[in-house]
């Protein structure tokens, strides 16, 4: 079983996130954020609810050690995202995959039209 330090650390780790990023927000320093991640300091609600809306997930999922975090990214799409897609819970998962799919359809759209707007300037032009 996960303990909720190691579940924030974690999280934060997932989004490519430091000690230090993470201590700026919180207003405390990296020393006394360090000791939150391995527990060496009482989490107090505030705080887990700070952290939890740093991190973009409620704080009940900083609780819950069952809870899944899906860290997926597409290796085979044409689209090169700037990131990973973090803390995709399970029944929002689908809806996620489909409006990246619609975002897809779209950027393909505007690429080809681009093309064919290359194509017509470059004509004018000529």
């Known amino acids: 079983m996960e303990n909720i330090g190691t579940r924030i650390k974690r999280l934060r780790e997932s989004k490519n996130w430091t000690q230090e990023f993470m201590a700026s927000q919180l207003k405390i320093s990296q020393n006394t954020y360090s000791r939150l991640e391995n527990e060496n300091v009482k989490l107090s609600t505030e705080r887990l609810k700070q952290i939890a809306t740093i991190l973009d997930v409620p704080a009940e999922y900083l609780l819950n050690s069952e809870a899944p975090v899906y860290n997926f990214h597409n290796e085979n799409a044409s689209i090169k995202y700037a990131g990973h ?42």
């Open 85 to 126: 897609i973090e803390n995709i819970y399970e029944d929002q998962k689908e809806v996620f995959q489909n409006s990246i799919r619609v975002l897809e359809d779209q950027l393909k759209h505007y690429q080809q039209e681009n093309k064919r707007l290359m194509v017509l300037l470059e004509k004018t032009l000529k």
